[in-house]
T-cell receptor, first 113, second 113 residues
Framework: GAGVSQSPSNKVTEKGKDVELRCDPI?????LYWYRQSLGQGLEFLIY????????KSGLPSDRFSAERTGGSVSTLTIQRTQQEDSAVYLC???????????FGEGSWLTVV | QQQVKQSPQSLIVQKGGISIINCAYE??????FPWYQQFPGKGPALLIA?????SEKKEGRFTISFNKSAKQFSLHIMDSQPGDSATYFC????????????FGQGTILTVHP
């Protein structure tokens, strides 16, 4: 079956603009995660959705970052008033919720100029 | 408390040699320790994982050694191959979600033919 799908794969935006990044998880996966990978750095947890529960937003770096998940499937990560330090690869992952293994998409590479 | 420290940052090994990457964690609540492999332009993929009830886990050429008292774990790649050249991340997690992981900074492995 299809893996985790993310779009766009690359996005260049001007400082101060808003951006939306989309994630389509593996069909049937109830849990969805967003991570950020800055150049040469490890992955940083951002937010986690599990079923209909309130999301775990503990990793969001500022109130400019938000995410939603509609219908328990597709998720959108929104960054408002982008800054240069937001430049990174934004990775989405999903799993069955009770499982250990999370499956990552190929990421959305965001460049803020 | 939440950090996972990984070393070395980069590693060069000859084909057939042993690659060793080390990680240390602080949070004793962690009970799931995966290793992820990432190729350029791709998302990370689970390589092997261990729980603290065992001291070693082997899958093919890949072995995790785990030292609970020292709060350290390591990845050994036996008979390293050029195709193993990638970035390797250790991670730690547990509790209510095994997908909410704290990652190390990554190790860039280069295996020379």
């Amino acid at each position: 079956g299809a893996g985790v799908s993310q779009s766009p794969s690359n996005k260049v935006t001007e400082k101060g603009k808003d951006v939306e990044l989309r994630c389509d998880p593996i069909s049937g996966h109830t849990a969805l995660y967003w991570y950020r990978q800055s150049l040469g750095q490890g992955l940083e947890f951002l937010i986690y959705f599990q079923g209909n529960s309130a999301p775990d937003k503990s990793g969001l770096p500022s109130d400019r970052f938000s995410a939603e998940r509609t219908g328990g499937s597709v998720s959108t990560l929104t960054i408002q008033r982008t800054q240069q330090e937001d430049s990174a690869v934004y990775l989405c992952a999903s799993n069955e919720g009770s499982g250990n293994t999370i499956y990552f998409g190929e990421g959305s590479w965001l460049t803020v100029v | 408390q939440q950090q996972v420290k990984q070393s070395p940052q980069s590693l060069i090994v000859q084909k057939g040699g042993i690659s060793i990457i080390n990680c240390a964690y602080e949070n004793t609540a962690f009970d799931y320790f995966p290793w992820y492999q990432q190729f350029p332009g791709k998302g990370p993929a689970l390589l092997i994982a261990i729980r603290p009830d065992v001291s070693e886990k082997k899958e093919g050429r890949f072995t995790i050694s785990f030292n609970k008292s020292a709060k350290q774990f390591s990845l050994h790649i036996m008979d390293s191959q050029p195709g193993d050249s990638a970035t390797y991340f250790c991670a730690a997690g547990g509790g209510t979600s095994y997908g909410k992981l704290t990652f190390g900074q990554g190790t860039i492995l280069t295996v020379h033919p």
